[in-house]
Antibody, heavy 126, light 107 residues
Framework: QVQLVESGGGVAQPGRSLRLSCAASGFTFSAYGMHWVRQAPGKGLEWVGGMSYNGSHLNYVDSVKGRFTISRDNSKNTLYLQMNSLRAEDTAVYYC???????????????????WGQGTLVTVSS | DIQMTQSPSTLSASVGDRVTITCRASQSISGWLAWYQQKPGKAPKLLIYKASSLEDGVPSRFSGSGSGTEFTLTINSLQPDDFATYYCQQYNTYSWTFGQGTKVEIK
């Protein structure tokens, strides 16, 4: 069955970096777009960024552009989120999420998510 | 970016009730809308995509409708397992956005 397991969360000081990982299993990882979605404590969902299955599209929410970088290693079935210059407002549970459709790179094709990980908490505090 | 606005923010209902949640987009998104259910401490679950297509395994009491800028999620005969927070999400453009959520609580 499909499993997505995030790791790498923890406490970081403002301005520091963290790298999150999402280990995928149970499906052909290289065929699907993957995303990161976050949820601040007691708040709603915020899409952070996503990468199409073939890497041809890579997009971020404005608030993280230039600070966060998404990458994927299809040989390891793993998605990454490198977070630099962390701010207090980045404090959230970070979920990785799998696109519903395979072999899609258009926004209307890979932009909704059928499986999510359990999330990993990132706390940015001095 | 496209803004998504849900109403109401909170809804009190009883088991057996019919519940409707509205989601409005700041510009037309055609039918590129998904609905998710989230329970406390859990990851969201996909319910509906393309405005009205029911995800596999989701009970038929859930339905979605709408196009353009106005959409609805309807739950017929609310069940105890349905008390949760519901989010709409547009995927019309490459900057995907969620609504702020609607919490369905027990009356």
């Amino acid at each position: 069955q499909v499993q997505l397991v995030e790791s790498g969360g923890g406490v970081a000081q403002p301005g520091r970096s963290l790298r999150l990982s999402c280990a995928a299993s149970g499906f052909t990882f290289s065929a699907y777009g993957m995303h990161w979605v976050r949820q601040a404590p007691g708040k709603g969902l915020e899409w952070v960024g996503g990468m199409s299955y073939n890497g041809s599209h890579l997009n971020y929410v404005d608030s993280v552009k230039g600070r966060f970088t998404i990458s994927r290693d299809n040989s390891k079935n793993t998605l990454y989120l490198q977070m630099n210059s962390l701010r207090a407002e980045d404090t959230a549970v970070y979920y990785c999420a799998k696109s519903r459709r395979a072999y899609c790179s258009f926004s209307t094709c890979y932009g909704f998510f059928d499986y999510w990980g359990q999330g990993t908490l990132v706390t940015v505090s001095s | 970016d496209i803004q998504m606005t849900q109403s109401p923010s909170t809804l009190s209902a009883s088991v057996g009730d019919r519940v409707t949640i509205t989601c409005r987009a700041s510009q037309s998104i055609s039918g590129w809308l998904a609905w998710y259910q989230q329970k406390p401490g859990k990851a969201p679950k996909l319910l509906i995509y393309k405005a009205s297509s029911l995800e596999d395994g989701v009970p038929s009491r859930f339905s979605g409708s709408g196009s353009g800028t106005e959409f609805t999620l309807t739950i017929n005969s609310l069940q105890p397992d349905d008390f949760a927070t519901y989010y709409c999400q547009q995927y019309n453009t490459y900057s995907w956005t969620f609504g702020q959520g609607t919490k369905v609580e027990i009356k």
